[in-house]
T-cell receptor, first 119, second 112 residues
Framework: AQKVTQAQTEISVVEKEDVTLDCVYETRDTTYYLFWYKQPPSGELVFLIR??????QNEISGRYSWNFQKSTSSFNFTITASQVVDSAVYFCALSEADAGGTSYGKLTFGQGTILTVHP | NAGVTQTPKFQVLKTGQSMTLQCAQD?????MSWYRQDPGMGLRLIHYSVGAGITDQGEVPNGYNVSRSTTEDFPLRLLSAAPSQTSVYFC???????????FGPGTRLTVT
């Protein structure tokens, strides 16, 4: 069975600090997808990134960056120079796929990390 | 495109009552799914569908029924609500070849 663990339940930082959210996953499949979602106080789920298991290239998008390491089954998320608007719950998720890469839309989520950025 | 819509936004039920949470998408997505979100547990998959007429159970299906008669709609039925079903419910859809899940705004359900 697949599992996603976000060890940090809550993180509190001061604006402009860098912060890393950890995500460790377990799966028996060789083909899978990893995701990060943001849930701001308004409650909606905002898609941030998707990475497939064959692409270990790290990604940077503005102040956001992601470090995918298959060797340690981790997919960590870093926010550089955090801002108050980054305050939210962040979820890491995993979707297993068949040999053809089809995942059928079934996600396994981590417990979420509550990030609070203080001014 | 309206994306994924869910109704109602809020609902209060008494134990034993039944109701249907509605979910619709206008993106012609093949895959649709229902999740519930509880504090400290993330989102958990209730039921999912890979196309009209095809549904299957997720991690926490007990107490819920689904059907998918059209590509657009995927309602979630609570036949006899229990306090343990107090939660926020999210519907999601995705294209067969994309894997990017589009989530609805959620329904906050309280069972007293």
């Amino acid at each position: 069975a697949q599992k996603v663990t976000q060890a940090q339940t809550e993180i509190s930082v001061v604006e402009k600090e860098d912060v890393t959210l950890d995500c460790v996953y377990e799966t028996r499949d060789t083909t899978y997808y990893l995701f990060w979602y943001k849930q701001p106080p308004s409650g909606e789920l905002v898609f941030l990134i998707r990475r497939n298991s064959f692409d270990e290239q790290n990604e940077i998008s503005g102040r956001y960056s992601w470090n995918f390491q298959k060797s340690t089954s981790s997919f960590n998320f870093t926010i550089t120079a955090s801002q108050v608007v980054d305050s939210a719950v962040y979820f890491c998720a995993l979707s297993e796929a068949d040999a053809g890469g089809t995942s059928y839309g079934k996600l396994t989520f981590g417990q979420g990390t509550i990030l609070t950025v203080h001014p | 495109n309206a994306g994924v819509t869910q109704t109602p936004k809020f609902q209060v039920l008494k134990t034993g009552q039944s109701m249907t949470l509605q979910c619709a998408q206008d993106m012609n997505h093949e895959y649709m799914s229902w999740y519930r979100q509880d504090p400290g547990m993330g989102l958990r998959l209730i039921h999912y569908s890979v196309g009209a007429g095809i549904t299957d159970q997720g991690e926490v299906p007990n107490g819920y029924n689904v059907s998918r008669s059209t590509t657009e709609d995927f309602p979630l039925r609570l036949l006899s609500a229990a306090p343990s079903q107090t939660s926020v419910y999210f519907c999601a859809s995705s294209h067969k070849y994309s894997d990017e899940q589009y989530f609805g705004p959620g329904t906050r359900l309280t069972v007293t």
